[in-house]
């Protein structure tokens, strides 16, 4: 091993067209451009089949990102786990769906979906929902009730009316005078339910008086809701709309009672953990829950498999094994991994194969920095400065010999499609990026700095000859450079992906990487 080795992450950090869509191109970010310039690079692709997704039509995200990243290897991810499940049947004639669907069918329960309406691939997809409410018809389940939460972030930003126009489709036609399937509540997905990693508990409340209580703003409809809150709020996007219940005579369709069965169809985990808590823990305290007794829960996935969240699931999660920090560990090397709240989990937990806790208490030391509860185009620096600053701390101790950083801003501002403040957040990094270097010059690290996605890269899009504001995740490759100016790397000719990057990091180290990874780039 020459050097420790510093990997900093640029979350949401592409290659654009570099238009004036393009927020990387169109900030000023001297340092990547001349690391660019300067350092051995190349370009790695993190979508669709390189990170296990179906096809390359799906983009990557951060935790199938990470996930590839961490471990040298390509798994069966997501949506394609679920689409294989349906597909062979094996979701329907699980256990868990067994069991939710005779207690609607012999106990007079009705059945509940909750979970994100699109087809945006990243946290859900509107079709893995259609099949199974078109297979409790099959079982002539009487009351099906979808609790629909609005995207306009992995997909366009204000298409919920298309994928509403679509389910009612389904429902009006898998309904009769004796079998009642309606939408029964909804908001914007950045506003109720789908918080992550306990930042904002307000959201998951919220979204508990919405489907489960009943409580808030009554419309006739989801389309009466979301064309009511455009009027209200012009410019609003789909993923900051207020909740809504759907109500008939004044009373909601449908609440979520005790003994019902419910089923979040998410795969994605980070954004569904904190609502299957509060349906699957008799210890909850977050929020006062009412007279809630309990419902028979489950999940798409184990959203953690250490903590067994939730605690019953539809589809079989992978089994990631031989990541590196298990290879790191074994050798004895020391690692430390810091971000702040949003992206933490994906430096730890979905960096270690979806794994909680550590695999050596003795080699690992991991740091978060607490994420502030703001909308992130206000605050578009987050916490960059915070994490340079704890980790050019850790770089001077030399109490290290492998660091990983993750800096969330061109993915979490990037989403919010304030092209000014995802500009600024690039710029932001760029700052970052550079105290990093000066500090692998000053303490003697080589510095890898790559992405797990693209997002700011591609901030509009054109469909139809009109452009309009993009949010979601783009299909670009992202950078993977090399500086060390005592060394020279050569980068191997070839088509890299994310998996690659572990075996570079051990070929590094002179260590020896598993037969199942994928090749090292130099």
Request: hydrophobic letters at 40%; glycine letters at 10%; aromatic letters at 8%.
């Amino acid at each position: 091993m020459k050097k420790p080795i510093v990997l900093v992450i640029m979350d949401g950090v592409g290659r654009g067209d570099g238009g004036s869509g393009d927020a990387v191109a169109q900030a000023n970010t001297p340092v990547l451009d001349k690391l660019m310039a300067t350092c051995p690079m190349t370009w790695l692709k993190a979508h669709g089949t390189a990170v296990g997704l179906p096809s390359d039509n799906d983009m990557g995200n951060s935790e199938v990102g990470h996930n590839a990243l961490g471990c040298g290897q390509i798994y069966s991810q997501g949506a394609k786990l679920v689409q294989e499940s349906i597909e062979n049947g094996a979701l329907f004639a699980s256990k868990t769906w067994t069991e939710l669907t005779d207690n609607c069918l012999k106990n007079g329960k009705a059945l509940h979906f909750i979970g994100l309406l699109s087809d945006g691939n990243v946290h859900s997809n509107i079709s893995h929902l259609i099949a199974m409410l078109r297979h409790a018809r099959e079982q002539n389940i009487a009351r099906v009730y979808c609790h629909i939460l609005l995207d306009g972030r992995d997909v366009p930003a204000t298409s919920a009316l298309d994928y509403v126009a679509q389910l009612e489709s389904v429902l009006a036609e898998l309904s009769d005078s004796t079998h009642e399937y309606k939408i029964a509540s909804g908001g914007g997905r950045m506003v109720i339910t789908m918080d992550r990693y306990e930042a904002n508990w307000g959201m998951v409340e919220l979204g508990w008086r919405t489907h489960v209580q009943g409580l808030g703003r009554q419309f006739a409809s989801a389309k009466d809701a979301i064309e009511t809150y455009r009027a209200e709020n012009p410019g609003m996007i789909d993923q900051d709309l207020p909740p809504f219940v759907v109500a008939r005579d004044g009373k909601p369709v449908a609440k979520i009672e005790n003994g019902d069965s419910v089923i979040l169809f998410n795969f994605r985990g980070d954004r569904a953990q904190e609502i299957s808590l509060a349906f699957d823990r008799k210890d909850f305290d977050k929020f006062d829950r009412g007279d809630y007794t309990g419902v028979l829960f489950a999940g798409m996935l184990e959203y953690d498999g250490d903590l067994h969240i939730p605690q019953k699931y539809l589809v079989e999660p992978p089994v990631i094994k031989n990541t590196l920090t298990e290879v790191l560990c074994k050798a004895g090397v020391r690692e430390y991994a810091i971000s702040e709240t949003q992206k933490f989990g994906h430096v730890t937990y979905f960096w270690n194969g979806n794994r909680s806790g550590k695999v050596d208490e003795k080699l690992e030391t991991y740091e978060e920095v607490p994420s502030d509860i703001i909308p992130f185009d206000q605050e578009p620096a987050m916490k960059s400065k915070e994490i340079t600053d704890k980790l050019v701390a850790a770089m001077a101790s030399h109490d290290y010999d492998f660091l990983r950083c993750n800096y969330p801003n061109g993915d979490m501002v990037g989403h919010t499609g304030v092209m000014s403040a995802v500009i600024k957040a690039m710029e932001c990094v760029d700052a970052s990026v550079g105290r990093v270097i000066e500090a692998a010059d000053k303490y003697g690290y080589t510095v890898l700095v790559t992405a797990d996605h693209g997002n700011a890269d591609q901030m509009t899009e054109t469909k139809k000859g009109k452009t309009s504001v993009r949010t979601a995740h783009s299909l670009n490759p992202v950078p993977f450079i090399i500086y060390d100016p005592d060394t020279k790397y050569v980068i191997h000719d070839g088509h890299y992906g994310l998996a690659n990057v572990a075996p570079t990091i051990v070929t590094m180290m002179g260590l020896k990487a598993p037969a199942c990874w994928q090749p090292s780039m130099i």
